[in-house]
């Protein structure tokens, strides 16, 4: 079966007042149909960046200098802006990170779905109306003619998440890519929304493109998961398997930092710092942190390994001792 | 052992202004949000109290009534064993050294102005006459105590990173010698791999300086890895105190048990209690006729419209609720 | 939104190599349009200090032989009805016209960003009181209030300097206000106090710098409205009098010749200010530029 999302190779660079940023050094990650796939990182990871390339959103000072980015086949890199028009928005979603900001004050909740209809699909005013009443009892607000009428600053932050992914459903499509969707909204809010995209996900067949730095979302939520460290993509795996029998050292270093309120753990922090991205180290850019760090890894980028079924991990260590190590 | 500070009875109202609330008061009502509506609870030497709840529960208010930056509207609050409400000028300097606060967002609590050595030290000009070289002096020992270069300390807040710039403010709180410190959310604007860090320098300054907490966080995790004790406050009281291990082990109070439950656990396989309260927290404008949880309780009954009694459910374990 | 990914992208990487003055200096030379403004107020501050050595005859010196001459090598800008040299004016001019607007307007600075600091911070009825105070002041278009104060109080160099003073003063009073009501919302603001500062230190060592940033750059740019409001008053006569030169008294001086063909005595004093107000304008628009924190990373 072909997947639907292929992004092989990808670089991207920013030309900044600073110098130089690269914020993206081959990336290589897969996503099949109907899947959730987590991508986690810290801040300067590259997972945002990534988001906004598939999107085709990558404008000055950011330029993407070589890869591919395979949709349905079709290399979205190659398209023209036209012709990425009828995929950005339509068959491949966003719901951007800061959800207050994201939604225009000046437009009910209502009509900035129902515009979508209307634009996309030249459904009627009253058309649109109806499925977008429709599409927020899926999303699962309480009271949908209310909320319709509501402008965005008289929504929670809760209702605010619901009607952006309402929003990002109204056009059907097969991706859509959730940035950060629970910073900033309560526990107990952010669990709702998330249990409303697994449910959504199974029920339309959305494949979904988690991106956060949480890995309790992660594991809630998610498939497979794709670990990226400093612009560079460490590890993909089930999420069992990446919880279970973590491989890169940094998804290690990342699972032994979380505090847990299920299980008593001893907090270890990962170690080192996020390196610049402005002079990165040579080949492997978690070298400077890793506890395995080797020879090879200062001078070659470690290409991506099979560890397990659907299990890839992009380190020199991996195979030689890596097992041995804790 | 006289604790180091107790607070019983707090409470904060802000009252509201504008057209809507026109008509209630010409009735002779006074519409206020009662922020903090009763608190009370107490922190030993050397203790952490964690204060979990979500937006709205009023927990960030208790942090400003207690250091005075806002007024309580009553309610006592006795630090060192001094009554602290009525105190002002002077006698609040004095106690303004000794508790300090570290602030969520530690871009925006630094001036951007000043530069780290100027931050850090100021604290030491206000409550200590210091010569430049005892200043100095105390400067490098904070800065290494929070693990920060020393080469670091000229720089200004845009020249450091987001971990380096929580350090400066840590050292900023820990300077004049407090003994006890806020920590209001001081994790929560910073990335996932610096929050352990900051958390680990947290126990090793308390260890270190015999120092006490209240911690004050959304990130029931970080919480329960901290604290002590630790109390969960809802729409303005205490609905559950008792000390780390308990909370965790064994929740009583629905709100707590709700709330614990969505914490995502980093597991996957994890099939953990999950109680799900309904609707969103309502309107902090509102009264309440007994529980205020009622609306959204799933084990909620005609009887928890009355009065809730503050019940010991095990030793050291208190809960805000008709059914424990 | 991707210069927002690029900050964060290096944002929290160990801390920048680049010092605060490296990245100014770099700005400060991207705008060569202000460069060239500033250099051209230095050179006329200079021209107005050395006016009596530089000035090739004496201002107030009539010729009766030289009597409306028009632009020539001996006269370069011309003389006027009494043979006065028109260059030797404008140079004289210059004093007057560049030391009254700078002084009146920090005067107004200082006055108003003071009391609208106090105001801002206090708020409440004092807050009220002043804020109607400004109100009752800005609903007098500024010139006819300075007309106003000018007839009243007489037109001697001080009582000008502080009518035009006066005039600018809310303008820089609601500015620092507003900058104040939110500088004392910010975080850094609320520790201040929590660390044990007492309010006046709050107030002008960790606030009122940060406030009074903006204004600079509102000054440069308003010290080409003094020139022009000071100007405007010698022109209908209650400003500088004569024998004293003033660009504006020599434009009306000018004026009611013109007719009979004498086009120098209005055209050199105009250009004059016209040259000055606009770098004052130029540099006032760098200067925003340059001080701009959004602008720092870029």
């Known amino acids: 079966m072909r997947n639907l999302l292929e992004v092989e190779n990808l670089v991207v660079h920013f030309d900044t007042d600073g110098g130089l940023v690269e914020v993206l050094d081959d990336v290589n990650f897969t996503m099949r149909a109907g899947e959730t796939l987590g991508l986690v990182g810290e801040s300067g990871s590259g997972k945002s960046v990534s988001a906004i390339a598939v999107l085709g959103m990558i404008r000055r000072p950011g330029r993407i200098l070589a890869g591919s980015i395979r949709f349905e086949g079709i290399d979205l890199l190659r398209l023209s802006e036209d012709e990425m028009r009828r995929y950005r928005g339509r068959r491949i979603a966003m719901i951007p ?10 437009i009910s909740a209502g009509r900035l779905i129902s515009r979508l209809f209307e634009i996309h699909e030249g459904c009627s005013r009253a058309a649109a109306s109806r499925r977008a009443l429709e599409l927020l009892d899926l999303v699962g607000v309480a009271d949908p003619p209310r909320c319709m009428q509501q402008y965005p600053h008289q929504l929670s932050g809760g209702m605010c998440q619901r009607v952006m992914i309402a929003m990002a459903l ?7 890519i959730a940035d950060e969707p ?9 669990a709702r929304i998330l249990e409303l995209l697994r449910d959504l996900s199974k029920r339309t067949g959305t494949a979904i493109l988690l991106i956060t730095h949480d890995l309790g979302v992660v594991a809630q939520t998610c498939q497979r998961v794709a670990v990226m460290h400093a612009g560079q993509l460490v590890e993909t795996a089930p999420v069992r398997e990446l919880f279970r029998s973590p491989a890169h050292p940094y998804t290690r270093a990342l699972v032994r930092s979380i505090p847990r309120i299920d299980v008593e753990v001893k907090l270890e922090p990962v170690p080192g710092t996020i390196p610049s991205l402005r002079h990165p180290p040579t080949g492997c850019r978690y070298r400077n942190r890793c506890p395995h760090a080797m020879e090879i890894c200062q001078h070659d980028k470690p290409r ?16 030689e001792h890596c097992d041995a190590a804790a | 052992m006289t604790p180091l500070l107790e607070v019983a009875g707090l409470r904060k109202s802000f009252a509201l202004v504008g057209p809507k609330t026109w008509a209630a008061r010409l009735r002779g009502e006074r519409p206020a949000v009662r922020a903090v509506d009763g608190v009370s609870f107490a922190i030993a030497k050397g203790e952490t109290l964690g204060l979990v709840g979500e937006s709205g529960c009023g927990k960030s208010t208790v942090a400003r009534c207690l250091l005075r930056v806002i007024e309580p509207t009553s309610g006592s609050i006795r630090f060192a064993g001094e009554e602290i409400t009525a105190l002002d000028g002077r006698q609040l300097r004095n106690t303004r050294r000794a508790m300090q606060m570290v602030y969520q967002d530690p871009t925006a609590a630094l001036n951007p102005r000043l530069n780290a050595r100027r931050t850090i030290e100021e604290p030491l000009r206000l409550h200590f006459k210091m010569t430049s070289a005892e200043r100095r002096e105390r400067l490098n020992e904070v800065v290494a105590e929070v693990d920060l270069g020393a080469d670091l300390v ?3 807040p845009h020249e450091l990173s987001d971990g380096q710039r929580q350090r400066v403010n840590i050292a900023r709180a820990i300077a004049a010698h407090p003994s006890l410190v806020v920590l209001d959310e001081p994790t929560s604007a910073l990335d996932v791999s610096l929050r352990s860090r900051i958390i680990l320098l947290f126990e090793t300054l308390q260890k270190r300086l015999g120092l006490s907490y209240l911690f004050i966080s959304h990130d029931v995790a970080t919480v329960k890895y901290l604290a002590h004790r630790v109390a969960v406050m809802y729409l303005g009281v205490i609905v559950e105190e008792a000390d780390s291990a308990s909370l965790f082990a064994a929740p009583h109070h629905p709100y707590t048990r709700a709330l614990l439950s969505s914490v995502p656990a980093p597991d996957p396989d994890f099939r953990g209690e999950r109680l799900m309260l309904h609707g969103e927290i309502p309107s902090p404008t509102n009264t309440y006729a007994g529980c205020r949880l009622q609306n959204r309780c799933p084990l909620a009954q005609a009887g928890c419209a009355e009065p809730v009694p503050w019940r010991e459910v095990a030793p050291g374990h208190h809960v805000l609720c008709h059914l424990a | 939104m991707t210069i927002d990914i690029a900050r964060a992208a290096y944002a929290d990487a160990p801390a920048a190599t680049d010092t605060a003055f490296a990245s100014f200096r770099r700005r400060l030379l991207r705008n060569k349009l202000s460069c060239v403004a500033f250099c051209t107020i230095v050179l006329l501050v200079v021209i107005a200090i050395l006016a009596p050595w530089i000035a090739p005859f004496d201002p107030n010196e009539p010729d009766a032989n030289a009597v409306l001459q028009p632009p020539s090598w001996a006269h370069v800008l011309g003389t006027d009805a009494y043979g006065r040299d028109e260059l030797s004016r404008i140079i004289t001019a210059s ?3 560049l030391l009254v607007p700078f002084v009146s307007t920090l005067l107004a600075l200082l006055i108003g960003s003071l009391i609208g600091a106090l105001s801002g911070f206090r708020g409440g009825w004092v807050d009220q009181i002043v804020m109607r105070i400004v109100d009752a002041v800005m609903a007098f278009p500024a010139f006819v209030l300075a007309m106003g104060l000018t007839a009243a109080i007489g037109s001697s160099i001080t009582n000008l300097i502080l009518v035009i003073a006066v005039t600018q003063v809310p303008v820089y009073l609601r500015q620092l206000r507003a900058e104040m009501l939110r500088e004392r919302e910010m ?3 609320q520790a201040a106090q929590t660390v044990g500062n007492p309010t006046w230190r709050i107030v002008f060592i960790h606030l009122f710098p940060n406030c009074f940033t903006p204004l600079i750059v ?12 000071l100007a405007a008053l010698s022109y209908i006569g209650l400003g500088i009098q004569p024998p004293d030169s003033e660009w504006g008294e020599m434009i009306s001086e000018g004026a009611s010749l013109m007719v009979t063909g004498q086009w120098w005595l209005s055209l050199f004093p105009g250009i004059a200010i016209l040259v000055t107000v606009l770098i004052f304008n130029l540099v006032g628009d760098g200067l925003r530029d340059l001080l701009d924190p959004r602008m720092r990373g870029k």
Do not use: K, W
């Open chain 1, 170 to 176: 109204a056009t059907s499509p097969r991706l859509l």
């Open chain 3, 187 to 189: 975080e850094y603001a």
């Open chain 3, 95 to 97: 004093r007057v016209d």
């Open chain 2, 154 to 156: 000229e720089r200004y």
């Open chain 1, 182 to 190: 629970t910073t900033g909204l309560d526990v107990s809010i952010a």
């Open chain 3, 218 to 229: 509102q000054a440069t740019l308003a010290m080409g409205y003094a020139v022009l409001t």
């Open chain 1, 304 to 319: 991506q390994a099979a560890v397990g079924l659907d299990h890839e991990v992009s380190c020199f260590a991996f195979g």
């Open chain 1, 97 to 106: 990170q800061r959800y207050r900001t994201a939604l225009n004050p000046v």
